[in-house]
Nanobody
Framework: QVQLVESGGGLVQPGGSLRLSCAASGSIFSDGVMAWYRQAPGKQREWVADISSRRMTNYKDSVRGRFTISRDNAKNTVYLQMNSLKPEDTAVYYC??????????WGQGTQVTVSS
């Protein structure tokens, strides 16, 4: 059974930074695609960024240049470094693991609030 646990959320002022972490249990992490999603109040969950097993990355246009996704396979952990945060980045952030067989696993989410 794969479990994902996010951490690192919190309250930050506009222009500030946060680093989210997502730790995965199980042995499939290194072969899977890791992604971050977010869901703001009253809105649908949206994709933010992803990173392949070969560390190829993709970003939503609105976060490119501000957010950086990375992974440490030795620690079964994926990170999302978020800089120059804006109020519109406020959301619950979720990580997702897609295994090489196509199974999807989600974390429970961590709240990020950008406000002065």
């Amino acid at each position: 059974q794969v479990q994902l646990v996010e951490s690192g959320g919190g309250l930050v002022q506009p222009g500030g930074s946060l680093r989210l972490s997502c730790a995965a249990s199980g042995s499939i992490f290194s072969d899977g695609v890791m992604a971050w999603y977010r869901q703001a109040p009253g809105k649908q969950r949206e994709w933010v960024a992803d990173i392949s097993s070969r560390r190829m990355t993709n970003y939503k246009d609105s976060v490119r240049g501000r957010f950086t996704i990375s992974r440490d396979n030795a620690k079964n952990t994926v990170y999302l470094q978020m800089n120059s945060l804006k109020p519109e980045d406020t959301a619950v952030y979720y990580c997702k693991l897609t295994s090489y067989r196509g199974y999807e696993y989600w974390g429970q989410g961590t709240q990020v609030t950008v406000s002065s």
